[in-house]
Nanobody
């Protein structure tokens, strides 16, 4: 079983920054693709960013590219989502998820961390 724990959410003013952290247990972390998703009230969950096991490739949603940066530290089983120039529309619950090698979907999810951006 893989446990996923997010941290770093909170309340920030528009234009501010937050860094989310996600730590996952298990031996497969260093070979897994990691993703951050978010879900705002009344909206569907969307993929924010993802990173390959070796950080050789990262993906960002078009609307976020340039403001968000995803990185990982396999020695610490942790991924980091640096969020800059935050906007009120970034307000959502942010979820971290693990896609193990060979899996087609993200199989393990955290409980989520709330990010609220005030105008």
């Amino acid at each position: 079983q893989v446990h996923v724990i997010e941290s770093g959410g909170g309340l920030v003013q528009a234009g501010g920054s937050l860094r989310l952290s996600c730590q996952a247990s298990g031996r497969t972390f260093s070979s897994s693709t990691m993703g951050w998703f978010r879900q705002a009230p009344g909206k569907e969950r969307e993929l924010v960013a993802s990173i390959f096991w070796d950080a050789s490739s990262t993906y960002y949603a078009d609307s976020l590219r340039g403001r968000f940066t995803l990185s990982r530290d396999n020695a610490k089983n942790t991924v980091y989502l640096q969020m800059n120039s935050l906007k009120p529309e970034d307000t959502a619950v942010y979820y971290c998820a693990v896609r193990p090698p060979g899996a087609l979907e993200y199989l393990y999810w955290g409980q989520g961390t709330q990010v609220t951006v005030s105008s």
